[in-house]
């Protein structure tokens, strides 16, 4: 199941072990109960990083190579990520809170027990990747590329979901339900294993029929 955060840096169960960090970010560096708070990084790399027990408060990525980083119990509030390479990357018990990514390449990543919440995601390729226990609450998705992911246990509650594309993913146990809109560019027939609504039937119906090569006409 999803785990709950905080959502002041005061109430994490290791905020009095933050240290504050310094300089650059550094490639296959072990980041362990490191505070990265405010300001921006530009083109560094991090790739291979550890990020164990960190938080991030008010962080500007931009350009930045995370390439297979892990990140374990990491907490990131009102962060920009833009145009970052979050490709193979693994995220446990972590929480993304009041933020923007845009322009990420997050392909071929694993997440279990993540939450996004009150997030803003445009143009994130979550293409290969696995989810699994992950919770987009409040959040818009614009353009976000599911293609060929695994889905299992995710929701979206109060989330607005704007051509979102599901071409070849699998899903499984994915509760729709909650999603304020769903508005799905491709991939009608990967929501075989999601939960969705009878309203959500009736709205997608006209994008189910297209798929599906159906021609309505009343007359």
Same mark, same amino acid.
């Given at each position: 199941?999803?785990? $709950? %955060? *905080?959502? +002041? ?5 290791? =905020?009095?072990? @933050?240290?504050?960090?310094?300089? *650059? @970010?550094?490639? !296959? ?9 405010? #300001? ?22 931009? #350009?930045?190579?995370?390439? +297979? ?12 990520? /833009?145009?970052?390479?979050? $490709?193979?990357?693994?995220?446990? !018990?972590? =929480? ?9 390449? #997050? ?8 939450? %996004? ?6 143009? /994130?390729? @979550? ?42 993913? /699998?899903?499984? #146990? ?11 560019? !491709?991939?009608?027939?990967? @929501? ?5 609504? $009878? ?5 997608? =119906?006209?994008?189910? =029929? ?10």
């Amino acid at each position: 199941m999803p785990r $709950s %955060f *905080p959502e +002041q840096l005061a109430d994490l169960p290791y =905020a009095e072990l @933050l240290r504050p960090h310094a300089g *650059p @970010l550094r490639s !296959d560096a072990r980041y362990d109960t490191t505070h990265f708070d405010g #300001g921006g990084h530009t083109d560094e790399s991090a790739a291979g990083a550890v990020f164990l027990e960190c938080a991030f408060t008010g962080v500007s990525l931009s #350009g930045v190579k995370l390439r +297979q980083a892990r990140f374990n119990e990491v907490w990131v509030q009102a962060g920009r990520w /833009v145009a970052c390479d979050l $490709s193979d990357t693994e995220w446990q !018990d972590s =929480a993304f809170l009041g933020g923007v990514l845009a322009g990420v390449a #997050g392909y071929g990543s694993a997440l279990r027990r993540v939450v %996004f919440r009150g997030c803003k995601l445009e143009a /994130v390729n @979550l293409r290969a990747a696995v989810l699994r226990d992950v919770v987009f609450e409040d959040c818009l998705l614009r353009d976000v590329d599911f293609g060929e992911a695994k889905l299992t246990g995710v929701s979206f509650p109060g989330s607005t979901l704007e051509e979102v594309r599901l071409r070849g993913a /699998v899903l499984s #146990g994915t509760d729709l339900r909650g999603a304020a809109r769903l508005g799905l560019a !491709d991939g009608h027939q990967g @929501l075989r294993g999601a939960v969705i609504s $009878s309203a959500q039937l009736l709205e997608l =119906a006209p994008q189910f =029929a297209h798929a599906l090569g159906i021609e309505v006409k009343d007359r």
